[in-house]
């Protein structure tokens, strides 16, 4: 329960259209992109400035109320799900970049600023953000912080925390400090990097400063085809071991490629057992000859055709396809969950013939669009959640996947995040002196747990409650 006059006190410092507490209007905010789990907080608050949102902040310590922090809400494992935490804080209205420095590359931009319209503002003078999220239409800067997102590009250049410099971070007292700062290299702690990834747990992000990288000179984007996702691995796998890093090498496989060309028209081969995406990137007097070898790796593992993109109408297009891939499953499916698991490169094969067994083992069907340069995967679970027992046989699919990444040396998450969705496969990862030792650092921030509270590291409540689907209010 909320203190007495709680939303009159909160509108009082966000204005009026600043704080939802309506039950139908809070429906909105009940799940993020991961829809197994629901849970709607007591009342949103949607301040305008890193100013408001450190009021807000300090007036929800004096209560001793925890909440929540939230960007666009596109996270795929459950981070903005309320867990005794009645209170969601929205970064989303902090939508101004301050300032845009071409000379030394950077920008500074509050938390709401959406991921595309940083590499927007910059176009012109041939540079760009360069993470790049599938979501980069929709998702928060403050959320990519959060989750340490990544994207299709990531393969040549990073995650979020490599594009870093600098944050501003309001403590759950609501004290506002400054991480890191516009020059690279600061001595001392990465107070930085901690906090990039830490999904909201440390406090809520108002401001970051990005590192601007520069467009490339020049592409090449190929459409690669494969009768299976065995063949469309391996050459994953020969590309690598090439020495050539493709700035983007993604899979879809027959499933997803047909619900996606059957939304985007992109001439996808609808026959295919894969697709790979592969783009090359870099000073045009490179391209030829690296082009050249890439199209023979791929045909020497079996590809039956090689497409390259004439101009950049077919690049976009390509890329068009490859982005809202998730969008188009909507057409196989009333609903689906998004995995998301890393394994070493040479893996990929492998795990892909355990999804399958998985997906057969739960009368499932699972379809696969990922970052296979990566090893970094995304089975997307389809499922009808009317029907009984269906949702429970999800989490079972989804749980045994993400064991079988880590039996093949990978990870619990490669991007998304551990959120509520994860959480009981840390100790998986983690032994409990490795857990002791991120909690008592969280500690530091948040000695109360009052930011984002049963969020990444798992505690007695969530690792019992993560198995049964949550479906009522917070508290
Ligand atoms: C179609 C689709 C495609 C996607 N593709 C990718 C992809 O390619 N790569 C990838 O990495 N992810 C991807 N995602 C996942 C998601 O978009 C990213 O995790 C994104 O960074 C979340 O941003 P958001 O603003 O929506 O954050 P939210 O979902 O609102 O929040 C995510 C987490 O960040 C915390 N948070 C949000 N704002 C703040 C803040 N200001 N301060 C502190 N904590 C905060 C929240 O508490 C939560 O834990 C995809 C999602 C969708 C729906």
């Not at 939230?70 to 309320?82: D, E, H, Y």
């Not at 950077?106 to 590499?119: E, P």
């Amino acid at each position: 329960m909320l203190p007495p006059g709680f939303a009159q006190r909160m509108r009082g410092l966000v204005g009026t259209d600043g704080v939802v507490d309506r039950p139908e209007s809070l429906l909105v905010y009940e799940c993020d992109g991961y829809t197994l789990e629901r849970a709607a907080p007591e009342a949103v608050v949607l301040p305008r400035t890193p100013a408001e949102v450190a009021q807000v902040i300090r007036a929800l310590w004096k209560d001793g109320v925890p909440f929540v922090p939230r960007g666009a809400g596109t996270g795929l494992s459950g981070g903005t799900l309320p867990v005794e935490a009645p209170v969601m804080v929205c970064t989303s209205r902090l939508q101004k970049i301050e300032s845009i420095d071409i000379a030394n590359r950077r920008v500074v931009a509050q938390a709401g600023v959406v991921n595309l319209w940083v590499s927007r503002a910059v176009k012109d003078a041939g540079l760009h953000f360069a993470p790049d999220p599938s979501s980069q239409n929709a998702c928060t800067i403050g959320g990519n912080v959060a989750e340490n997102s990544g994207g299709p590009h990531t393969l040549k250049y990073g995650v979020t925390t490599n594009h870093v410099l600098g944050l501003e971070l309001v403590l759950p007292t609501g004290e506002v400090v400054q991480l890191g700062g516009p020059v690279e290299d600061r001595p001392g702690y990465d107070l930085t990097g901690l906090v990039v990834g830490s999904e909201g747990t440390l406090g809520l992000v108002t401001r970051a400063t990005l590192r601007l990288t520069r467009v490339p000179e020049s592409y090449r984007t190929f459409l690669a085809v494969f009768d299976s996702v065995a063949d469309a691995s391996e050459a994953v796998s020969g590309i690598i071991a090439s020495g050539i890093i493709p700035a983007a090498l993604e899979m879809m496989d027959g499933l997803i490629l047909r619900a996606v060309e059957d939304a985007f028209h992109a001439g996808l081969p609808v026959d295919a057992g894969a697709v790979l995406l592969i783009e090359l990137d870099g000073p045009e007097a490179g391209l030829p000859s690296q082009s050249e070898e890439v199209r023979e790796l791929c045909k020497a593992q079996g590809a039956v055709e090689v497409r390259t993109a004439r101009d950049d109408a077919e690049r976009t297009l390509l890329w068009k396809a490859r982005k809202r891939a998730f969008g188009a499953v909507g057409r196989l499916a009333p609903n689906y969950c998004t995995q998301d698991g890393v394994v070493p490169r040479t893996q990929v094969p492998e795990i892909l013939r355990r999804i399958s067994a998985t997906a057969e083992k739960h009368s499932l069907r699972i379809g696969n669009v990922f970052h296979a340069g990566d090893g970094n995967i995304h089975p997307i679970i389809l499922f009808d959640e009317r029907n009984a027992g269906e949702v429970e046989r999800v989490l079972a699919a989804g749980t045994e996947i993400l064991e079988a990444c880590v039996a093949l040396g990978g990870s619990v998450t490669g991007e998304h995040g551990i959120g509520v969705e994860k959480i009981a496969q840390m100790p998986l990862l983690f032994s409990p002196e490795d857990l002791h030792a991120m909690a008592t650092l969280r500690s530091v921030f948040d000695p109360q747990r009052r930011a984002n509270p049963h969020k990444l590291l798992p505690d007695s409540k969530v690792c019992v409650e993560a198995r049964a689907p949550r479906r009522q209010a917070a508290m």
